[in-house]
């Protein structure tokens, strides 16, 4: 695959770039450059070989879902937080109808 002058143009204009005529010229070559690289990126025998997300296999550590580990920013205050609403409605924020 090798792009034109048209091409790099139009993804220049797609991206909201400015670009000259002669930095149009100028990006040709080294977009073919970097595409034919990618071509041969393709050509790689990878039979066998796992991908990867991550060059270091990394573990997450996780921690117990558990919704009330702190008083403070645990789950079940609804109540507590509804007393400060002005308006409560079926254990939510009661808020003026904006939409008719």
Same mark, same amino acid.
């Given at each position: 695959?090798?792009?034109? $002058? %048209? ?6 204009? =797609?991206?909201?770039?400015? &670009?000259?005529?002669?930095? /149009? ?27 990867? $997300? %991550? ?6 550590? =996780?921690?117990?879902?558990? &919704?009330?580990?702190?008083? /403070? ?28």
């Amino acid at each position: 695959m090798s792009v034109d $002058t %048209a091409t790099v143009a139009k993804i220049a204009s =797609l991206a909201r770039i400015k &670009v000259s005529e002669a930095e /149009l010229g100028a990006m040709v070559p080294e977009l073919n450059g970097i595409l034919a690289w990618v071509e041969q990126l393709g050509e790689v025998d990878v039979t066998g070989i796992e991908p990867m $997300t %991550a060059v270091i296999p990394n573990k997450q550590r =996780l921690r117990d879902d558990v &919704v009330n580990a702190d008083p /403070l920013t645990g789950g079940d205050m609804r109540d507590a937080v509804l007393a400060n609403a002005p308006a409560p409605e079926h254990g939510f924020f009661g808020v003026p109808k904006v939409i008719e």
